[in-house]
C-alpha cells in the first residue's frame, strides 16, 4: 500500500455505533465520545438539524411536536443516510475546528460491522467523503475491538471477541490479522432495554422513558438470576390506568428474568461461534479463554453467563466503551497494523 497515510496529523479513526460514536485522532488518542443522536427540527415545513450527540440525548423524551429525536443508526447499520451523513459531518467538524479552527484534509479508518454490505459501505464511504475525508479505509469492527482489547493479532493464535454494542453483538474468531469467522446478530442493549421496559409495562401497568429504562440497566439488571430478589430499585413513570406518575419498586430477580431472552441469545451466538471453529482455533480459544467488548460487556455478571454456557474463561476489556475506537486507532497508527485496513 503505497502513500498510505501521510501521517496527517489530522488523520482520523471513527467508531460509529448504534449507541455512541467515538472520533480518534492521531496521536491523540479519543476526542470525542457522543451518543449517536439527532435532534431534528421542522419549522415551517422545513427540517433542519437541531442538535446532535449529548446535546441532542437531553432532549429525547422532551421535545416540543416540532423537535423529533432520532437515532440514525438502526441494528447496527445506517437506517437514515441523509440524517447519519449530517451527523458524521457533525461530529467530524467538531473534532477538527475545536483544535485548529480551519479544516484541513485527513484519512480516515471508519469501523465497520462485519457482514456489512456493499451499499452500506458505499453510505459510509460517501458520508466519510462529503466530511472532507480523502483517504477512506475500513477496519472490521471485531478486528478493532480486538487490537483495542489489547489481543495479539499479529500472533498465530486464535482469539475470540464478543462485542455487545447497542443495536448488534459481534462475535469473530481471529487469527494471524484476519477473521476466522465471524457474525453479527441483531441482538445486544437495545433489545434488552425494550425486555425492561415492556416488563415493567405489563406486569406494574407503567411507562418509562428510555433514560429510565438506561437507569434500571445499568443499575440493577443481571444476565443471572440473584439468590432471592437481590437489589431494589425505585423508579418512577406514568400509571397506564390512572395516567399519574407513579413510583414502583422493581427487583434484580425480577429484571434478570424479565431480560433473560435477549441474553439468552448473545450466548447462543458464541456458542454457535465455537462450533463453527477449525479445531485448532478452538483449541487456542480454549487456552486463551473469550474477551468482551463494548458497552454490554458492562451488564452485571455477563462474563460469569458466558462462562457458564460455553465453559470457557471470560474476561471484560479494560474499558469496553472504547475498544472499537481505540482499536481502529491503533491501526491507524502502527504500520506493522496496516494489513488489516482496507481501501474504501
Ligand atoms: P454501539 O457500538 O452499538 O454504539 P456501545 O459499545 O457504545 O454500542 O454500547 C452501548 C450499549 O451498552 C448501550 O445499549 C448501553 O445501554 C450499554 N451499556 C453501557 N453501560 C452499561 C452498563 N453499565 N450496563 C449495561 N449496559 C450498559
Ligand atoms: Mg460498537
Redesign the pocket.
Known sequence: MKNFFKLRSHDLAI?L????TLIYARDRGIVLDEP?VVALETNDGVTKVRAVGSDAKLMMGKTPANIKVIRPLKD?VIADLDVAEQMINHLIHKVHSKKTGIFRRFDIVVCIPSGSTNVQLRALRDAASNAGASGIYFIEEPMAAAIGAGLAVTEPVGAMVV??????TEVAILSLQGLAYSTSGRM???K??DAISSHIRRKHNLAIGESTT?LV??GI?SAMSPDGEGRIMHIKGRDLVSGMPKKIAVSEAEIAQAIAEPVGQIAESVLNALEHSKPELAADIMEQGIVLT???A???RIDEFISEKTGLAVTIADD??TC?ANGAGRAMEDPLLHSVLIPA
Not at 462485542?163 to 448488534?168: A, P, S
Open positions: 467508531d455505533g448504534t449507541a455512541n449517536s447496527g462485542d455487545i454494542g447497542g443495536g448488534t445486544g442493549g437495545d434488552i432495554d438506561e440497566k445499568h439488571a463494548g458497552g454490554g458492562l451488564l452485571g469496553p466503551l472499537v
